[in-house]
């Protein structure tokens, strides 16, 4: 039986999966995701006997109803900036880090593209039941602030894309910064998307309210906690004279009709900004 004893962080994948599976079942979905559906339906199995409120919550389905939205609309925005990558770049390399369960590859496949899905060992692990190094797609099962997963990837010429969807927050603020700049250094031209947080949230007393909000809405572990943040989205170009900002995006800039009348926050810089995603060329 698949092992699914994993830490807290690496659980926060499985809320993403069902939130993508949840939406790609339900009327004029934001994103079609098959293989999502597919392995929820294979972990209710396993979750049959949930042990915690998470996988209560997880096996009937019922996360709320703006974080499905909201994680769905963030997939899809993530596959467009790979795409937008591979118009330009049809054979170029993609690093998805902190990949999770995720099926991008799937969803954004060109026939060309090189795809690398990194992760702690515990989710690959899981992820291995699902899906299958070829060719032109391989998993690597590895923290992302252990850099020997660098010398893999250093073997192609690029260009290259990196990803890190819903991770960078984990991390602490020493760590996002060396693997910037060791990015920088590694992959002059690259490209890198990432989600932040706005280090305003992390301060008392509202990172407690983050905090309780993961810990007793989303019911993760005390360890699924932000650590990391930035004040604006051109702070990183601070670190190194070779980090360009190109744009940023939040989810209350969707048009997507779903996200409702929380797109009125899009006007309103403090909400518009309290997590969103940075866009920057690494020279």
Not at 135 to 159: C, F, M, Q
Not at 246 to 254: G, R, T
């Amino acid at each position: 039986m698949l092992n699914i004893k994993i830490g807290d962080v690496a659980t926060t994948s499985f809320v993403t999966l069902y939130c993508q599976a949840i939406e790609s079942q339900s009327k004029d979905p934001i994103l079609n995701d098959p293989k999502a559906v597919e392995i929820t339906h294979e972990l209710n199995k396993i979750l049959s006997n949930p042990r915690n409120k998470l996988e209560k919550t997880l096996v009937k389905g019922k996360l709320d109803k703006q974080l499905v939205v909201h994680i769905a609309i963030r997939a899809k925005r993530y596959d467009k900036y790979v795409r937008d990558f591979l118009k330009k770049s049809s054979e170029g390399l993609v690093i998805n880090i902190g990949c999770g369960l995720d099926s991008r590859f799937l969803r954004i496949d060109n026939g060309k593209v090189f795809f690398y899905d990194l992760d702690l060992p515990e989710v690959i692990e899981i992820k291995k039941q699902f899906f299958k190094d070829d060719e032109r797609y391989h998993l690597i099962a590895s923290s992302v602030l252990d850099y020997n997963w660098i010398t893999i990837v250093a073997k192609h010429k690029g260009p290259f894309l990196f990803i890190a969807e819903g991770v960078f927050m984990y991390l602490h603020r020493e760590d996002v910064k060396s693997l910037v700049l060791t990015l920088q250094s590694e992959f002059p031209g690259s490209e890198l998307v990432c989600e932040v947080f706005n280090s305003l949230w992390l301060k008392k007393p509202l990172k407690r309210m983050v905090n309780y909000k993961m810990q007793h809405q989303l019911h993760l572990g005390k360890d699924a906690t932000y650590n990391f943040g930035i004040r604006d989205s051109k702070e990183m170009e601070e670190w190194h004279t070779g980090i360009q900002f190109l744009d940023d995006w939040s989810y209350f800039d969707s048009e997507e009709k779903k996200l409702g009348w929380l797109r009125m926050f899009r006007n309103i810089e403090l909400f518009r900004k309290t997590q969103l995603t940075v866009h920057y060329k690494l020279n």
